[in-house]
């Protein structure tokens, strides 16, 4: 299983970005995916998950009404629509395959990641 991440970059506050994560050599329809992130000296945490029928969404507090997660199965890829972001938004962002077919918040729950994609918001 490969998972590659794309679409990070530098934006000023208040613009937006849209990540997007291909996964290779799975079926991935059958499994739910994620988005997780990790600051200089911050623990990796949850941003948004979806399962792997698109029903079930769960999204970090601190991103809810400003990200959007969504999926194209057919394309075998997750994106990460990003608004409004802010420089708290900034980190490495990682994507998540999961080991079964619903959402997890936990990130033991995923077994394949992504190799990560840096996003920095300037203020």
């Known amino acids: 299983v490969q998972l590659q991440a794309s679409g990070g970059g530098l934006v000023q506050a208040g613009g937006s970005l849209r990540l997007s994560c291909a996964a290779y050599?799975?079926?991935?329809?059958?499994?739910?995916t994620g988005w997780f992130r990790q600051a200089p000296g911050k623990e990796r945490e949850l941003v948004a998950a979806?399962?792997?029928?698109?029903?079930?969404?769960r999204y970090a507090d601190s991103v809810k009404g400003r990200f959007t997660i969504s999926r194209d199965n057919a394309k075998n890829t997750v994106y990460l629509q990003m608004n409004s972001l802010k420089p708290e938004d900034t980190a490495v962002y990682y994507c998540?395959?999961?080991?079964?077919?619903?959402?997890?918040?936990?990130?033991?729950?995923?077994?394949?990641w992504g190799q990560g994609t840096q996003v920095t918001v300037s203020s």
């Open positions: 998540a395959l999961g080991r079964r077919g619903f959402v997890s918040t936990r990130s033991d729950d995923y077994g394949s």
């Open positions: 050599g799975v079926t991935f329809s059958n499994f739910a």
């Open positions: 979806i399962d792997w029928r698109e029903i079930d969404r």
